[in-house]
């Protein structure tokens, strides 16, 4: 089993070092302001960890005169095995990300997930993950100018190492370097990296607090950090402030363990404003995420 491990960290570390090199421009997603809601969309290897399987959707939207620019997003996952005895895991899953800008402009991810999650003793688990898909930028056709489509191969590898109040994962994205052009314009889809930490502290049976981060890098001069406080009060409502490294800050208020049936739903609202001049790269914005788990009879009985 060590082996194994080893050989895995080694392989990892082995294509980072690989794909590091120097790099001036670069297409990236859009960061999340729940970024402590999305890590299947970052990273492969997280999936899986919480849950049998589960569901979740998110749609951000800026205001003023960016309203016509949304981001929604929607991922699933299962895990394949039905027995909870088997501590080792065979992950499954889907994600799919679109970028709108107006009528005209449309940025599309979907990609397919597989991760392996392995025991490294009674609490701590590994888990390495991949995901291959696709990415498309097209532009519909106006009165000024003619549509255009253009594709491109899209692939993400992470490690994820985890317990239940500890989480730090590190990925690599956009492993396959392309370019696409719709229209005249070229856009470059080049390589980054993340490094996600968490860690959960009860301070005592009514308050879970959880310090959270991402950090995203491409090159020396662009990287992005978010860093946040999550409070769960009660085991049902959730809070949370965070902070966009020199951008700026949000709020975020919702509810956890909402049962339905069998099954329970987490709705999450957040609103995020820049801290220092308001300017057209960083405006105000609204985020709502919904995530969705199945609950199974074994696990109602266990319970």
């Not at 050989?7 to 794909?19: A, D, E, G, P, S």
């Not at 996952?77 to 402009?105: A, D, H, M, P, Q």
């Not at 993950?129 to 692939?155: D, E, L, R, T, V």
Request: charged share 15%.
């Amino acid at each position: 089993m060590r082996i194994y491990i080893s050989i895995l960290i080694i392989f990892f570390l082995t294509l980072l070092v690989t794909f590091s090199y120097g790099q001036t421009a670069a297409s990236l997603p859009v960061q999340f302001i729940q970024f402590y809601k999305t890590y299947s969309l970052i990273n492969p290897a997280s999936i899986g960890k919480d849950a049998q399987a589960e569901f979740n959707t998110g749609n951000r939207a800026l205001t003023g005169e960016f309203s016509d620019i949304r981001t929604f997003y929607a991922s699933g996952t299962i895990r394949l095995e039905k027995s909870e005895k088997r501590r080792s895991k065979n992950v499954i899953g889907l994600t799919f990300v679109n970028e709108k800008e107006g009528t005209y402009i449309n940025r599309n991810r979907a990609s397919f997930l597989y991760a392996f999650h392995i025991p490294l003793s009674q609490r701590l688990m590994l888990s390495a993950g991949a995901s291959m898909g696709f990415i498309n930028y097209s532009f519909k056709a106006s009165n000024i100018n003619s549509g255009g489509s253009a594709f491109a191969p899209n692939s993400d590898i992470g490690l994820w190492l985890y317990r239940s109040d500890f989480n730090i994962g590190i990925s690599c994205n956009q492993i396959i370097p392309s370019r696409l052009s719709p229209l005249n314009a070229t856009y470059y889809i080049e390589r980054y990296y993340n490094l996600a930490i968490n860690k959960s502290f009860e301070i005592d049976r009514h308050l879970k607090l959880t310090p959270t981060s991402v950090f995203r890098w491409f090159s020396k001069t662009q990287y992005d950090l978010d860093i946040g406080m999550i409070a769960l009060i009660q085991n049902s409502l959730t809070a949370v402030i965070a902070y966009k490294y020199k951008k700026g800050a949000s709020i975020s208020t919702g509810v956890d363990n909402i049962k339905i049936g069998q099954n329970i739903f987490k709705l999450l609202f957040s609103y995020y404003t820049p801290i220092g001049p308001l300017n057209y790269y960083n405006p105000q914005l609204f985020e709502l995420s919904l995530n969705y788990v199945p609950v199974r009879k074994q696990e109602i009985l266990e319970e």
